[in-house]
Structure formats: structure tokens, C-alpha cells
């Protein structure tokens, strides 16, 4: 959901197009899974990756946060209710590299932090049972998220996008955004951002000495507690702009049924302000270890490019050598000025 409390974006290109909510959690009789979605069977149990594993937690089934309206990344499938997407058979084939049985939980994401904080190391090697154990949910790693005492372990680099439908207004930069409704989902990087780009933090108040990139013909910007919303409040029209990672904006153009179409790149081809994605965990947490090299093993192992190939999302992908903690990096032009 790079989605939120900033920290998401994709890689490919930046799009300004449209949002279908329904359609991109498969509204029709079809699902929106792709047929070879799931762990690929290569994937098996590491023993250096199995012992770097706590012994508190072998044996259990472990507790993964999602915020699952943000397809093809994470979302319920509507034919079978299962949550799906690349970030789900992602986290899957994590935890069966480590020897272990995970489940997903479908939680807002402006709580999910919050969640993850509720047992810090020490309480949980004391004894205490967290609720989650960690977050697969389109995370941009930020200063701001890991001060709160959160970690980020690389796993993809994502570019944000904006949407339109069909017949709306064109944009192609930040300043495009003045003067419209923009529909953005609660805590993500994209909220953060148009808001910034008034010169603002999220809820109008000013920045010091910041600029007001559209003074004299603001925005509005709409934040919602989930992008499924979001994608609602465009469709409907009562948002002209949706402001979202271009991975989910991508899939929502390919399932509208040519409703919405795709903007213009930007030099290069590139996406604006490309980041990681990063696996959420407690700082200090004692998986960070197990998370880390399992991601590695996935990539090295080509597994990771399969799952990303088969939910078409391969552009998102990095290399071993990636796989880090809190890279708090950006690359290319950001998608407005720093505020």
C-alpha cells in the first residue's frame, strides 16, 4: 500500500491513470489472481536460514500485517475471500525458506505500526506473544518510520503514479494536481506528498518556511482509510486525481476494461521518486537476521523473479545486493519538491 506512512513506490514508469476499485479486486465473476500466483515449488527450507530462527517462535504460526486493498500487491480476493498478491506469495516463500507457517491479516494500515510496536524485543523475549510479527504491506522505508522504532528490510523499488479516468484531466507533473480533488489512502508516502506540495503536513497545517507550489488554485486533497475507498471516490467522481504506487495504478488501467488509459512517461521512462519497499519488523526484532537472508536465498535462487513474473510486476524487482536494512534511497526525480 507503498502505500502509506510513506513508504512506498514502484519501478517502471510514472502513469496518470485511472483507479477502478472493484475491478482491481476482481469485482466480475473472474478472479484478479493470475492462475500460477502462489510459492513456487522450488522453495524450501534453508537450515543456515532455519537456524537463524527463534526458538520462541518455532513451531508457531506466525502473524503477518497486511493492508489488503491495494491489488495485484496485496488485496481479498472476492471468489474465495483469500488474500492474495505478489506481496502475499512473497511473504509465503519467506517464511517457508525459514521452516515456518505464516498467516496474513488483513489490518488497516494506519494501525499496522502501531501493532508492530505493541512488543517491543525485549517483552516478547520475556515471553510476550506480539500480535504481528511483521509487515508485508508496500512499505517505503522513511527516517520518520524508523525513529518510531520500526525496521525496513529491502525486498523491491517501486515509483509513485497518478490516476485518471478516461476524459479526466491530464497530468503529467505535480502541478497538474492544483485545483483538483486528489484521492489519496491514509499514512502513505502519496498523502504526505500532495499535501507537501502545498507546502503543508498532512491536515493543512503550514510548513515553515515551504513553498505553495499551487497557491491561488489549491487542491483538495481527500485521504481515505483504505485505497479500495480511494478507488471509489474516483471512479464515482468525487476525485478527479488518484495519487498511488504505479504497480497498483498499472493493474488498475489492465482490469478496467479500457475505461481508463495510461499517461504519458516521464524522461527516460522512469517512474517519479523511486524507493524500496521495505518488510516491516519491531526494530531489534530477532527475525530481522532470518527475514534478511531468506529474501537473498528468494532472489538468488530465481524464485523471487518467478513471483514477480507471474503477477506482471517484474520492474519492481532488486538485486541480492539490495536486500538491506532502512535504505532510506531515492532514485530519480521525485514527484514534488522536497518540503
Not at 289 to 310: P, R
Request: glycine share 10%; with cysteine; proline share 6%.
Amino acid at each position: 500500500m507503498t502505500r502509506r506512512h510513506h513508504l512506498r513506490p514502484r519501478a517502471t514508469f510514472l502513469l496518470a491513470v485511472p483507479a477502478l476499485a472493484a475491478a482491481a479486486c476482481g469485482s466480475g465473476s473472474s478472479s484478479a489472481t493470475p492462475a500460477a500466483s502462489g510459492v513456487p515449488s522450488s522453495v524450501t527450507a534453508q537450515p543456515n536460514i532455519v537456524a537463524e530462527v527463534p526458538s520462541s517462535v518455532k513451531g508457531t504460526v506466525l502473524q503477518i500485517a497486511t493492508d489488503a486493498t491495494y491489488a495485484p500487491n496485496e488485496f481479498i480476493d472476492p471468489n474465495n475471500g483469500d488474500i492474495e498478491g505478489w506481496d502475499i506469495d512473497m511473504g509465503q516463500a519467506i517464511c517457508k525458506s525459514m521452516g515456518l507457517v505464516c498467516t496474513f491479516n488483513n489490518v488497516t494500515f494506519d494501525d499496522i505500526i502501531a501493532q508492530l510496536q505493541a512488543s517491543t524485543p525485549a517483552e516478547q523475549a520475556g515471553g510476550d506473544k506480539p500480535r504481528y510479527q511483521f509487515s508485508l504491506s508496500s512499505w517505503t522505508p522513511t527516517a520518520k518510520r524508523e525513529a518510531s522504532g520500526i525496521d525496513f528490510i529491502s525486498y523491491a523499488s517501486v515509483g509513485e503514479g497518478w490516476t485518471t479516468k478516461s476524459g479526466g484531466p491530464k497530468v503529467s507533473t505535480a502541478a497538474d494536481l492544483c485545483g483538483h480533488r486528489v484521492a489519496v489512502e491514509a499514512g502513505t508516502t502519496e498523502e504526505m506528498d500532495a499535501w507537501g506540495y502545498e507546502g503543508k503536513m498532512v491536515g493543512g497545517m503550514a510548513i515553515s518556511g515551504d513553498t505553495d507550489h499551487c497557491s491561488g488554485n489549491d487542491m483538495t486533497v481527500d485521504s481515505y482509510q483504505t485505497q479500495t475507498l480511494a478507488d471509489s471516490a474516483l471512479e464515482s467522481g468525487q476525485d478527479q486525481i488518484g495519487f498511488l504506487d504505479v504497480p497498483v495504478a498499472q493493474y488498475e488501467v489492465k482490469v478496467s476494461g479500457g475505461k481508463f488509459i495510461a499517461g504519458p512517461l516521464l524522461a527516460g521512462g522512469q517512474p517519479c521518486l523511486v524507493n524500496p519497499y521495505g518488510i516491516a519488523v519491531v526494530k531489534g526484532s530477532a527475525l530481522e537476521a532470518a527475514i534478511t537472508d531468506a529474501m537473498k536465498y528468494l532472489i538468488t535462487s530465481g524464485a523471487y523473479n518467478q513471483i514477480l513474473s507471474n503477477w506482471n510486476v517484474k520492474g519492481v524487482a532488486i538485486p541480492a545486493s539490495q536486500v538491506t536494512l532502512n535504505n532510506n534511497s531515492s532514485v530519480g526525480q521525485p514527484c514534488v519538491p522536497s518540503y
